[in-house]
């Protein structure tokens, strides 16, 4: 057959032909070996404007995901069956900015559980939940806006303090709702509004351990009372007893007459 590309087509020399295999195979597994960002099993991982959307929306988790990407920006766990939220839960998501924990059975917050994105992250949602309660240091620091409603919560001092640092979400801060609360009269009323109203919870938390210091002291001084009158009648008992038997003994004079009579008789 005749060499199409003609007699005076210049010629591939074999040993380039290898230099270019080689180039080739090399050039694959660098490729294959190039660090891919993993997704984990149980999610969606979608690149969307530049950033990284991870979906693990109603996929009956139970625990939050430790192989999440590390470049993940918006993270959705809604619609799980997520219980606690550990220390550092997030913390090696730099670029966190999003995160959506709704329609879970959250019910306990470590203390340190959203250290390491207080500063990028911008929305938390933690709606329709089972939390009641919440560590004082639980948000600390978070700029982001936050959503709490439609948890049982427990209205008490430590509740207020959290909150009064927190950016509730204006949308659903009248669906934070407590479910009961130190003094029953506010229980099933908006947190805000009986905050709103003046109401200190941390004013009633003081009165109430003062009245139980106050009992357990008088406790104590009740003891003390019951002690020292038990040692009175006990001594009293003792001291009659003893003088009993002194009465018992006989006295000196009659020791003097049994003598003059021996001697008599001797």
């Given amino acids: ?58 996929h009956n988790l139970e625990k939050i995901p430790t192989d ?4 993940t920006v918006v993270l959705h766990l809604a619609s799980n069956h997520i219980t606690h939220i550990p220390n550092h839960a997030f913390s090696e998501l730099r670029y966190l900015q999003e995160v959506d924990l709704s329609n879970n059975d959250i019910e306990t917050l470590d203390a340190a559980a959203f250290q390491g994105v207080s500063d990028s992250l911008l929305v938390l949602d933690l709606s329709n939940n089972r939390i009641q309660s919440v560590p004082k240091e639980a948000f600390a620091r978070l700029r982001a806006k936050i959503s709490l409603s439609n948890n049982p919560w427990h209205c008490e001092c430590t509740l207020q303090e959290v909150l009064r640092e927190l950016r509730l979400d204006p949308e659903t801060v009248n669906e934070v709702m407590c479910h009961t609360a130190v003094q029953e009269e506010y229980a099933g009323k ?71 009579t021996i001697s008599t008789v001797l």
């Fill in 1 to 58: 057959m005749q060499d199409l590309a003609g007699p005076d087509a210049p010629r591939k020399h074999p040993i380039c032909d290898g230099f270019a295999l080689v180039r080739g195979l090399l050039l694959g597994l660098v490729m294959a070996s190039a660090p891919v960002l993993a997704c984990p099993t149980s999610c969606l991982c979608i690149e969307k404007g530049g950033m990284t959307v991870v979906q693990c929306v109603s």
């Fill in 68 to 71: 999440l990407p590390g470049d």
């Fill in 190 to 260: 908006p947190v805000i509004q009986v905050l709103d109203s003046g109401i200190n919870f941390c004013n009633f938390h003081h009165k109430t351990t003062d009245v139980a210091m106050f009992v357990t002291m008088f406790g104590w001084f009740t003891m003390v009372i019951a002690y020292v009158i038990y040692y009175v009648r006990h001594n009293q008992e003792d001291a009659r007893r003893h003088l009993e038997y002194l009465k018992s003994l006989p006295s000196s004079s009659q020791i003097s007459k049994d003598f003059d």
